[in-house]
């Protein structure tokens, strides 16, 4: 009998999910991946067996995402951790982007991992035991990068949500990880998953060079090694007190600790003056 964990993950077809689909296939877990085309997951990966579950699934829509929970705990009898991974990233300054282009990123990056837990969260209560992972990225923490504010709030989005499942999944004995990756060496910059501004104003420079910087140097230049990424998911997931947050690469604490050292530095720079609200003041 099998008694390796249950993984769920979404967007599976690519990038780091798929590399993290076929590391647990080699190590033996069970695996329920989705991806908008079923087919696409079996072309990289291989068909439907006792352990490898595809399954297309349109993760905006709440009734799909219902209906692909309830296919892997039949196929799998539960689900053991759940990793929300689909997403992607949209470019382009808060003017230059039109309604249709910021409300598409909320509605994936964050609407869609929304439906998956509010899906999958009674399973994984009932059973009084899970993890769930939610990927956000440096991104969600720190967004200082002109022409990615919008990719940005989503993460910090799911950095927000994130932190208050984990409390609230904490009195079932389910644990909650924020990951938040640095630039790991996969598809995700690559044309046809980034999507960039239908119509971009020449004004942004500063924009147009940082979406350069990320399309044509960044991109296949990452320093990350998502196969190194897998075995961090797995090292985590068998941890008897994993963490809220990760960050994960190096870049990802450089970053963070840019971050975290303005924000001190604002604090301690205005702090009479913040802190001067109070009656007795």
Known sequence: M????????????????LTL????????????????NRQSLITAIGEENKTFLPIEMDLT????????IAVTINHFGKVDVL????????????????EEEV????????????????????????????HIFNIASIGGYTG????????????????????????????????????????FRTNFLAEGSVQTPDNPIKAYKTAREMEQAHLKDMNGNQPNDPEKAAKIFIALSKKEQPPVHFFMGEDAYHYANLKIETIQNAMAENKTLATSTGFNK
Request: hydrophobic share 40%; aromatic share 12%; glycine share 10%.
């Open 2 to 17: 099998n008694t390796k964990k249950v993984w769920f993950i979404t967007g599976a077809s690519k990038g780091l999910g």
């Open 21 to 36: 689909v076929k590391k647990l296939l080699a190590e033996g877990f069970s695996v329920a991946a989705t991806s908008r």
């Open 83 to 98: 990793v929300n991974n689909a997403g992607y990233s949209q470019i382009g300054t808060l003017e230059e982007l039109s």
């Open 144 to 183: 200082n990068f002109a022409g990615f504010g919008i990719y940005c709030s989503t993460k910090f989005a799911v950095a927000g949500f994130t932190e208050a499942l984990a409390e609230e999944m904490k009195p079932f004995g389910v644990h909650t990880t924020l990951v938040y990756p640095g630039y």
């Open 103 to 130: 409300e598409k990123n909320f509605i994936v990056n964050v609407f869609g991992s929304l439906n998956v837990i509010r899906n999958a969260t009674p399973y994984l209560r009932n059973q009084n035991s899970g």
């Open 61 to 68: 829509k709440n009734q799909d995402v219902k209906k692909a």
